[in-house]
Every structure is written in structure tokens, then in C-alpha cells.
């Protein structure tokens, strides 16, 4: 089956290609839904792609209305969408009186003429409903229908009819005299326009499509400066950027040995936490070290001014004010209840692209979640880390959180279970003191640290101090100084008595080695003593000897009478 790109992001994503070619398409909506506009903007499509000229019969409106509508649109710029693009004035007069039968041959007659002189292979029927309205009963208006299908199908047009459809219940359903037309068509395409809790959301479903896939759910649907764009991003999930392992810094030295280097280039980073937990205050160090390195970066704040961010993050040594007058940095200011989830995605991405952004910082992403978005937020989210993720932007986002267990919680948007890198930041509140806490729960990819860390703010800047634990206890604050000096002056006075431990073994050990010299010499003494007894024992023998020889010598004695002395 040949299809006709519609050239509108996301619609050509949910049928897979594009309209049938050659066959008839239904767009049926409420007032402000976007028919008239999805019809043209297929149109000018046509022209723009391929060249192929279009028809546009319009029921309801005149001509010059529907161009001058349509002029804000970038897509209307084009000239040659001006020159390819042929309109067909066909509102009934408001003074026509019906006399006898009425039927479409006519009409019919004259578009064809149109289609024969411009060669156009597309052609729009706006406002279908309008001139049905006219036949006088159901069975006519049938019969009519049937012979405008039929006579499109035989010249292979691809046509477009809009319709009016009853906005009386939860779903949209087409008027009870159309009913048939979703049977007859080739594919019907129905858009809601709804405000819920004050806030406008329009939605696009393809309800059937015969011969082809399409995706069944229905998607949200933006009209912006680029006419209409259908928030549906499955493929992007399967496009964008080669993995690397290039680190950024966070803007804070603790924290990026904490993550081993800092977060990844192109990751999607979640900071988490109460109000006050200075959410802010990392999302503007981040910013601080993206300009350094020469990033273009964007910080969109749903809380703040512009303004007011830099003077407050100047307090703690983040000077914002240069990157800002540099080009570097570009500070937006947004309020969630100014349009709806997807209204403020797309102005993201405008604002993104404009800037050329390479780190996108938005505080906080929960905002996006308030009233009347709460059930598109997550779809917001999530298509956004997407669309990041496919440029190669890092994301910082930060999510708002009451005083939870965030591993069972998670966060308002669920973005936490998608998010590659999850920080979050609490309160710890001992002694009348509320200090600042941060976790890292996950970082895909990487070794990071289990503990929790003190979170400190000062004039000279942002750090992490290890948490102290003391006891069992986790300290913080003037109770952590308190229990450390109290530690330091427990381990002075330990050390002096170790000290004087120390000096009186020694002062004992040389009175004892005192003793062991005295004893000493006493032993060498008696062992002197002993020895010159034994000399003189020894001297005094060696002296009766000689003294015996020589009587013995002097008496002239001979041998016999020394015997016999002997």
C-alpha cells in the first residue's frame, strides 16, 4: 500500500508512513481541534516535498480567512506552497432557499474541472458536514457520501474529509448523522480539544487504518509556531548519539570522585529532594562548570527569575552572571500553569535548539506534573531524556519530593526508574539543627559511593563532608563539632596518659638497669676477689716448692735420704 507523507512529527510515526494514497481519510474533532490545520499542513507538505500541487474545498470558511490564518505558521512561508495550493470557495450562501432535489454531481463536477487543469493528486474536503447538513434526510446524505468515495477512488486522489465531531461525553464520537462515515473511509483519525483542571490538552488517535499497522494509543497533540506536531517519540528511543565514556564534571569536586569522574556525557541525571535540600544549588554548579569548559547551557526554571538565580547562587560562591553575558549561558523563566505538559516540551526543545545546547538543566521537572498534567507528565518526561539523549545533550533535572523513602516512593513523574544517574538530597534534623544530606541511589555505568554525605553551603562554595558517625549515630552539624571536639580533647588526654605511661616504664626500666649495673659490678668484684685468691694459693704452693728444692740443693742430701725423707 502507497502512503502520503503528512510531514507532521509523530502523526507519520503512529501510521507508519503517512496517510493511504489514493484513498479517502477521515479527521474528525471538535471546535479548535486542529482539522482545518492538519489538513493543510498535509497539503503544503505535498508541495513542499515532492512538488505535487493541492485542492482545498472549503465549506465553512472563505479562502482569504483560511490563508490568513494560517500565515503565522513556518510552513506557510513557502511560495510555492502559495502557488501549488489552489482553494475552492464552497459555502453555501446564507441566503440560499432549497427548491426540489439536491446532490454533490455539481460540486463534484466543478472539482474535478480543477483537478484536471493543476494536476493536483490531493485534495481536502473541509468541513464536510456543513454541506450534508443541506440533503434532507439520512438516506440521501448517505447516498451522496457514497458517490464523493466512489468518485475519488476512481481518480486515485488522496483526499482528506474533515468532520465536526459531539463533544457530549468522555469520548469524542462524530455527529449521529455522519455515524457511517468511519465505516466507509480507508483510515479516520479522530482530535479531542479538552481543558482539564484549567488547563487546554488536545489529542490525536488513529481510531482505524485499513491494510496497515499504526499505533492504536492516543497521543497529545501541540499547535505551535510550526503548526501541529504529534508528541509521539517511540523511534527516538532507537536513534542518537554512540555511547561514550566521557566525563563531566559536576561542579563539585566531592562529588565527582563520588561518581568516580562525574557524570556521563549525554546521561539523563535526576537530583531529588524536599524543598530547601538546595536542589537549585547543584543544578547551578553544573550549570558553573558547563561554561567553563566553553558549553552552550540552558537553565529553565519553573520556580525563579532569571535574576533571582544569579544573586541567590552567588551567595555560595556560584557566579552565574559571566556565563550569562558571555553567550554560554542562557537562563529561562517558566510557570506550569502558563499551558499545558506538552505545550512546555515543545517550547524546551525551540529553546534548546535555538541555543544550541549541549547541557539542558530543568528545575524542577515536577513542576510540569501540577494541575490538569498529571496524567501526560510521565509521557513528557519520558519523551524528553529521549529526544536529549538522541542530541547528545546531558539533562539535569530536578524533581520535588515531601519527606519520603524515595527508594520506595520514587518520584512524582516516576522519572527516577529512566533516569541514568539518581542523586538525592534530604534532611537531617537532630537537636533543634537541620542539616543538608546526599545520596547517590544509582549511576548506570559507573562505581559510585554507598555513604551518605554531609551537604555544606558556604560563602566559599559548595562541598561534601563524610558523615560522622558516633555510637551508632549519624551526626551533622554543631552536633557533629560538638561530638569531634569532644573526641579530639578524649584522644589529647588519652595520648598524655599514655605519655606519662610511657615515662615512668622508662624512669622504672633505668632503675632497674641501675640495679643490674651495681650487681654487675659487685659480681665482677667477688669474681676479682675469688681470682686473686686463687693466685695466691697458687703462688704460695709454687713458693714451698722452690722452697723445699733449694733446702733440699743446700744440704747436699743425695738422692737416698731425699727418698727416705720423701
Known amino acids: 500500500m502507497g502512503k502520503a507523507p503528512t510531514g507532521i512529527a509523530g502523526l507519520?510515526?503512529?501510521?507508519?508512513?503517512?496517510?493511504?494514497?489514493?484513498?479517502?481519510?477521515?479527521?474528525?474533532?471538535?471546535?479548535?481541534?486542529?482539522?482545518?490545520?492538519?489538513?493543510?499542513?498535509?497539503?503544503?507538505?505535498?508541495?513542499?516535498?515532492?512538488?505535487?500541487?493541492?485542492?482545498?474545498?472549503?465549506?465553512?470558511?472563505?479562502?482569504?480567512?483560511?490563508?490568513?490564518?494560517?500565515?503565522?505558521?513556518?510552513?506557510?512561508d513557502d511560495g510555492a506552497w502559495k502557488r501549488a495550493t489552489f482553494f475552492l470557495d464552497a459555502q453555501p450562501s446564507p441566503d440560499l432557499v432549497q427548491v426540489g432535489s439536491f446532490d454533490l454531481g455539481g460540486l463534484l463536477a466543478a472539482v474535478g474541472a480543477l483537478v484536471q487543469e493543476t494536476g493536483a493528486r490531493r485534495i481536502v474536503f473541509d468541513s464536510i458536514d456543513v454541506v450534508l447538513a443541506l440533503l434532507p434526510d439520512a438516506a440521501t446524505r448517505r447516498r451522496e457520501l457514497y458517490r464523493l468515495h466512489r468518485w475519488l477512488l476512481e481518480r486515485q486522489l488522496t483526499a482528506i474529509l474533515t468532520a465536526k465531531a459531539a463533544e457530549t461525553g468522555p469520548a469524542a464520537q462524530p455527529a449521529p448523522s455522519l455515524g457511517f462515515l468511519q465505516f466507509m473511509?480507508?483510515?479516520?483519525?479522530?482530535?479531542?480539544?479538552?481543558?482539564?483542571?484549567?488547563?487546554?490538552?488536545?489529542?490525536?488517535?488513529?481510531?482505524?487504518?485499513?491494510?496497515?499497522?499504526?499505533?492504536?494509543?492516543?497521543?497529545?497533540?501541540?499547535?505551535?509556531?510550526?503548526g501541529i506536531e504529534v508528541a509521539f517519540a517511540a523511534s527516538q528511543r532507537d536513534q542518537g548519539r554512540q555511547v561514550t565514556q566521557e566525563r563531566i564534571s559536576t561542579g563539585i569536586a566531592r562529588l565527582d570522585a563520588m561518581l568516580e569522574g562525574g557524570y556521563h556525557r549525554g546521561a539523563s541525571v535526576l537530583v531529588s529532594g524536599a524543598p530547601g535540600?538546595?536542589?537549585?544549588?547543584?543544578?547551578?554548579?553544573?550549570?558553573?562548570?558547563?561554561?567553563?569548559?566553553?558549553?552552550?547551557?540552558?537553565?529553565?526554571?519553573?520556580?525563579?527569575?532569571?535574576?533571582?538565580?544569579?544573586?541567590?547562587?552567588?551567595?555560595?560562591?556560584?557566579?552565574?552572571a559571566p556565563h550569562v553575558e558571555s553567550g554560554h549561558l542562557r537562563i529561562l523563566s517558566a510557570r506550569s500553569v502558563h499551558g499545558s505538559a506538552e505545550a512546555h516540551l515543545m517550547w524546551l526543545k525551540a529553546a534548546a535548539l535555538a541555543h544550541g545546547t549541549r547541557c539542558l538543566i530543568i528545575d524542577p521537572l515536577s513542576a510540569l506534573s501540577h494541575d490538569g498534567n498529571a496524567g501526560l507528565?510521565?509521557?513528557?518526561?519520558?519523551?524528553?531524556?529521549?529526544?536529549?539523549?538522541?542530541?547528545?545533550?546531558?539533562?539535569?533535572?530536578?524533581?520535588?519530593?515531601?519527606?519520603?523513602?524515595?527508594?520506595?516512593?520514587?518520584?512524582?513523574?516516576?522519572?527516577?526508574?529512566?533516569?541514568?544517574?539518581?542523586?538525592?538530597?534530604?534532611?537531617?534534623?537532630?537537636?533543634?539543627?537541620?542539616?543538608?544530606?546526599?545520596?547517590?541511589?544509582?549511576?548506570?555505568?559507573?562505581?559510585?559511593?554507598?555513604?551518605?554525605?554531609?551537604?555544606?553551603?558556604?560563602?566559599?562554595g559548595v562541598t561534601l563532608e563524610d558523615v560522622y558517625r558516633s555510637d551508632g549515630e549519624v551526626l551533622m552539624g554543631t552536633m557533629r563539632w560538638a561530638r569531634e571536639n569532644e573526641d579530639r580533647l578524649r584522644i589529647a588526654a588519652e595520648a598524655a596518659e599514655t605519655e606519662l605511661q610511657r615515662l615512668k616504664l622508662e624512669a622504672e626500666a633505668a632503675e632497674i638497669e641501675g640495679r643490674l649495673v651495681l650487681l654487675r659490678r659487685q659480681l665482677e668484684l667477688k669474681q676479682a676477689e675469688a681470682a686473686a685468691l686463687r693466685r695466691a694459693g697458687e703462688v704460695r704452693s709454687e713458693d714451698h716448692r722452690r722452697t723445699r728444692e733449694e733446702l733440699g740443693h743446700r744440704r747436699m742430701a743425695d738422692d737416698q735420704m731425699e727418698v727416705a725423707d720423701a
Open 277 to 320: 535540600t538546595a536542589k537549585t544549588t547543584l543544578c547551578g554548579s553544573f550549570a558553573d562548570a558547563a561554561c567553563r569548559r566553553g558549553e552552550q547551557t540552558l537553565l529553565v526554571s519553573f520556580d525563579s527569575r532569571g535574576d533571582e538565580i544569579i544573586r541567590n547562587l552567588a551567595s555560595v560562591a556560584i557566579h552565574l
Open 377 to 460: 507528565a510521565h509521557g513528557v518526561a519520558e519523551r524528553l531524556i529521549d529526544w536529549a539523549k538522541a542530541r547528545d545533550m546531558t539533562l539535569l533535572c530536578t524533581s520535588l519530593m515531601g519527606q519520603m523513602n524515595p527508594e520506595q516512593e520514587g518520584t512524582p513523574l516516576q522519572v527516577s526508574t529512566i533516569a541514568d544517574t539518581w542523586l538525592h538530597l534530604s534532611y537531617v534534623v537532630r537537636a533543634g539543627e537541620r542539616n543538608r544530606a546526599l545520596t547517590i541511589i544509582k549511576s548506570r555505568g559507573t562505581g559510585h559511593s554507598s555513604q551518605v554525605r554531609e551537604l555544606l553551603l558556604t560563602r566559599q
Open 185 to 226: 473511509v480507508d483510515c479516520a483519525i479522530l482530535l479531542r480539544h479538552e481543558v482539564v483542571a484549567g488547563i487546554s490538552q488536545r489529542s490525536l488517535r488513529v481510531l482505524k487504518y485499513r491494510g496497515s499497522a499504526f499505533a492504536e494509543n492516543q497521543a497529545p497533540l501541540l499547535i505551535g509556531a510550526g
Open 12 to 76: 507519520d510515526e503512529i501510521t507508519r508512513g503517512g496517510l493511504p494514497a489514493g484513498r479517502v481519510t477521515l479527521i474528525e474533532g471538535g471546535p479548535g481541534a486542529g482539522k482545518t490545520l492538519l489538513a493543510l499542513q498535509t497539503l503544503a507538505h505535498g508541495v513542499a516535498a515532492d512538488g505535487t500541487p493541492g485542492i482545498f474545498v472549503a465549506f465553512e470558511e472563505e479562502p482569504a480567512r483560511i490563508r490568513a490564518n494560517c500565515s503565522g505558521f513556518a510552513w506557510a
